[in-house]
């Protein structure tokens, strides 16, 4: 993994069965992009709850506890839902770019 994929979280073999099998087993899938990246595509089943409305929004992601894979578009905006999200009491798997789902 290179540095700057190191920082912004996600990105590791890991990171993507970890998230895989999170889904698979009923996670939530959070985009936190624009719509308008939302539209221009996302991973199936994912859900887009853009970061500047997350904290607001915290109830349709699901309760304390809940598991969730959030991703972005390049692994900046995932990286800062995911530590709001566990200080709220979410457990957190940040994929980092959507580009990491192959």
Not at 13 to 19: K, S
Not at 36 to 60: D, M, V, W, Y
Not at 83 to 98: I, N, Q, W
Request: hydrophobic share 40%.
């Amino acid at each position: 993994m290179g540095f700057f994929s190191s920082l912004l979280g996600g990105g590791n073999a890991a990171t993507l069965q970890q998230a895989k099998a999170w889904v698979q087993a009923g996670a939530t899938l959070l985009d936190v992009r624009t719509p308008g990246e939302f539209g221009n595509g996302h991973l199936p089943g994912a859900r887009n709850i853009p970061l500047q409305t997350l904290p607001a929004s915290l109830k349709q992601v699901g309760k304390k506890g809940d598991k969730v894979v959030v991703y972005c578009q390049s692994g900046g905006r995932s990286a800062q839902a995911r530590a709001l999200l566990e200080s709220k009491g979410f457990e957190v798997t940040d994929l980092g770019p959507m580009s990491a789902w192959r």
